[in-house]
C-alpha cells in the first residue's frame, strides 16, 4: 500500500473509496514498470506487476470500482439494466467517478516527480489560498578577520540574509473527448485514461522544470558557467568550484544523452581505453570522479520535436538545498461537457491541475553550456 503522498483528502475518504484509488495507483505503479522502467528506473514496483494480475486487469479492476462506486452515489441498486447509461448522465454518478479519478491524479503526479527529480527538485503541496513559500538561506559565509592583541574587535559586523520565495501555480489543464457510445456504455477504460493522463502532466512539468534550469543560465556568475566546446579542464574547474561553494558535498553532472555524449577525455588514448562502456550507454558513466547521470528526452506535445536543450550540462551538488521547487496546490479537477453541446455527440473531459516551477535554492549550481 502506498504511504507517502496520501492527502487529506484521500484520509477521509471511506474505506471503499480507498480501495478504488488504490486500485488506480497500483494500475499506474505496473503500468511504470511494465511501459516506463527504463535503466532499472521502476524497479521498486516490480511487485505490483509480479502479482499474477495483469496491467489490463488492473485497469479494468479500477473501472469497475470507480462505476461501483459511481452507482452507490447515485443510490442506483447493482445489476440494474440502465446503470450504465445512469452512470454517465447521472450528476451525482459523475461527481462521484471524477472526485476519485482526481484524488488518483493527486498521488501519482507528485510523486512520479519526486520519483523523475529526487535529486534536484523539491515538491510541496497545499490546500487552495494557501500560501506556496519556500524559505531560501543565504549562500555565503561569514568573513573571519584577523585582529590583533588587545583590540576589542575589528572589520565590519555582518548578517547574512535569507529570502522567502513565493510560487504562484497557475491553472493547467489537458483536454480530452470520447466518443458517447463508448461512455453510455461503459466502455471508457478509465484505468488507461488516468495513465494517459499522468504522463501528460508528468510530461509536461518536467518540461517546466528543465526550461527553469536551461533559463537561469544568463542569472549565473561568471564563475559558474561556461559557454564553449567542451574541455576538461573548464569541466573540472565547475564542478570543483560547485562542490566548494557547497561544503565540499558530492557533485554530479546531468544532461541528454547528446550532450553527455560530448563529455570525453581530451587525450586520444583515454577515449579508446573508455571506448566499450562508452559504445555501451551512449556516454560516460563517471569522468574523472564526477558521475553523469542521464536527463530522459521528452517530445513537445503532438510534435517530433525535442523539448529538452541537448547543448548543456547541469552541474549540482545532490545533498545541498534542492535546486528546483515545485508547487501545487489545491486539487485534481476532472470535469466533463454535455453531451448535447457537441454536433458529433463527442464527451469532453478536462482535467486541470494548479502548479509553478523555479529556481529557488541557497546551494550554488554551474551549467556548461555546450557550443
Known amino acids: 500500500m502506498f504511504n507517502r503522498y496520501n492527502?487529506?483528502?484521500?484520509s477521509q475518504m471511506a474505506q471503499t473509496e480507498k480501495d478504488v484509488v488504490q486500485a488506480g495507483v497500483e494500475a499506474w505503479y505496473h503500468y511504470c514498470y511494465e511501459v516506463k522502467n527504463k535503466e532499472g528506473k521502476y524497479d521498486k514496483y516490480r511487485s505490483y506487476a509480479m502479482d499474477g494480475t495483469s496491467l489490463k486487469e488492473k485497469q479494468e479492476l479500477f473501472t469497475k470500482g470507480?462505476?461501483?462506486?459511481?452507482?452507490?452515489?447515485?443510490?442506483?441498486?447493482?445489476?440494474?439494466?440502465?446503470?450504465?447509461?445512469?452512470?454517465?448522465?447521472?450528476?451525482?454518478?459523475?461527481?462521484?467517478?471524477?472526485q476519485?479519478?482526481?484524488?488518483?491524479?493527486?498521488?501519482?503526479?507528485?510523486?512520479?516527480i519526486l520519483d523523475n527529480f529526487y535529486q534536484f527538485a523539491e515538491v510541496k503541496n497545499v490546500a487552495w489560498g494557501d500560501n506556496l513559500v519556500f524559505h531560501v538561506d543565504s549562500p555565503d559565509t561569514f568573513v573571519?578577520?584577523?585582529?590583533?592583541n588587545g583590540i576589542r574587535r575589528g572589520g565590519n559586523r555582518q548578517r547574512l540574509f535569507s529570502e522567502d520565495i513565493v510560487l504562484n501555480p497557475v491553472r493547467n489543464e489537458v483536454a480530452i473527448y470520447e466518443e458517447f457510445y463508448r461512455v453510455v456504455s461503459g466502455k471508457t477504460e478509465w484505468g488507461s485514461w488516468v495513465a494517459r493522463v499522468a504522463q501528460s502532466?508528468?510530461?509536461?512539468?518536467?518540461?517546466?522544470?528543465?526550461?527553469?534550469?536551461?533559463?537561469?543560465?544568463?542569472?549565473?556568475?561568471?564563475s559558474y558557467k561556461e559557454n564553449a566546446a567542451f574541455a576538461q579542464l573548464?569541466?573540472?574547474?565547475?564542478?570543483?568550484?560547485?562542490?566548494?561553494?557547497n561544503g565540499g558535498a558530492r557533485t554530479v553532472a546531468f544532461g541528454t544523452k547528446v550532450a553527455l555524449s560530448k563529455i570525453v577525455p581530451d587525450d586520444q588514448y583515454f577515449r579508446f581505453a573508455l571506448g566499450q562502456e562508452y559504445n555501451g550507454m551512449g556516454h560516460l558513466g563517471n569522468f574523472q570522479g564526477t558521475e553523469l547521470f542521464m536527463f530522459d528526452q521528452r517530445l513537445l506535445p503532438n510534435?517530433?520535436?525535442?523539448?529538452?536543450?541537448?547543448?548543456?550540462?547541469?552541474?549540482?551538488?545532490?545533498?545541498?538545498d534542492k535546486l528546483v521547487k515545485v508547487g501545487f496546490e489545491g486539487e485534481t479537477?476532472?470535469?466533463?461537457?454535455?453531451?448535447?453541446?457537441n454536433a458529433d455527440r463527442s464527451v469532453e473531459y478536462a482535467v486541470a491541475k494548479h502548479w509553478d516551477v523555479k529556481i529557488a535554492t541557497s546551494a550554488r549550481f554551474g551549467i556548461y553550456k555546450l557550443a
Open 144 to 148: 573571519v578577520s584577523k585582529i590583533a
Open 7 to 10: 492527502t487529506l483528502r484521500f
Open 66 to 98: 470507480l462505476q461501483r462506486e459511481a452507482m452507490r452515489y447515485a443510490n442506483l441498486p447493482t445489476g440494474s439494466t440502465f446503470a450504465e447509461h445512469i452512470i454517465a448522465s447521472h450528476p451525482s454518478a459523475k461527481w462521484a467517478t471524477f
Open 201 to 222: 502532466i508528468e510530461t509536461q512539468i518536467t518540461l517546466d522544470i528543465y526550461n527553469a534550469i536551461y533559463g537561469s543560465f544568463s542569472s549565473l556568475g561568471a
Open 333 to 341: 479537477e476532472v470535469y466533463q461537457n454535455d453531451q448535447n453541446k
Open 303 to 320: 510534435t517530433d520535436n525535442f523539448g529538452i536543450a541537448d547543448d548543456f550540462i547541469l552541474v549540482v551538488s545532490t545533498p545541498a
Open 100 to 112: 476519485l479519478i482526481g484524488q488518483t491524479l493527486d498521488i501519482i503526479v507528485p510523486e512520479t
Open 234 to 245: 573548464a569541466f573540472n574547474n565547475l564542478v570543483t568550484r560547485v562542490s566548494a561553494a
